[in-house]
């Protein structure tokens, strides 16, 4: 039991495999970033992503402050220099900042908001999307 801890189920699973399965949900959800800057985006775009920062948040804050795994994950790295406490906590506040970056630009109502009628015919329209790749650039950089 000395190389592993307990997951989110309360199983005991071996650090490196925690390490890889933190190291792939963040180079996914920075490649997810990346794509959004690619695509015209919408309320629905947004609000998955949006749901999927809050999911990574609490995924990413139930091992940041485990120390064993720290160590393990510092010990582990090809860069002595390499600050894996800073690296989770930085993934945080930019995931953070998506969050908040929702919350200021995407009304409650969106998805009413989101439509017009115009000569009988439903419009979507698209959200405010100011600031959106500087967010998104920082989430990108998590893993850069």
């Given at each position: 039991m000395a190389n592993k801890i307990p997951d989110s189920k309360g199983l005991n699973v071996p650090l490196g495999d925690i390490v890889i399965k933190v190291q792939t949900r963040a180079t996914?959800?920075?490649r997810d970033a990346a794509v959004?800057?690619?695509r015209?985006?919408?309320y629905?775009?947004?609000e998955e992503f949006y749901n999927r920062m809050r999911s990574d948040i609490e995924f990413l804050s139930q091992y940041a402050g485990v120390k064993k795994l720290i160590d393990y994950a510092n010990e582990n790295h090809d860069d002595p220099e390499y600050d894996v406490s800073a690296a989770f906590n930085g993934a945080v506040?930019?995931?953070?900042?998506?969050v908040t970056w929702y919350a200021t630009h995407v009304?409650?109502?969106s998805f009413i908001i989101s439509q017009q009628i115009v000569d009988g015919e439903i419009i979507t329209r698209?959200?405010?999307t100011s600031g959106l790749d500087v967010v998104l650039d920082a989430i990108?950089?998590?893993v850069e």
């Open positions: 996914r959800t920075a959004m800057k690619l015209a985006q919408t629905v775009t947004l506040a930019a995931y953070q900042g998506y009304p409650v109502d698209p959200p405010n990108i950089a998590t």
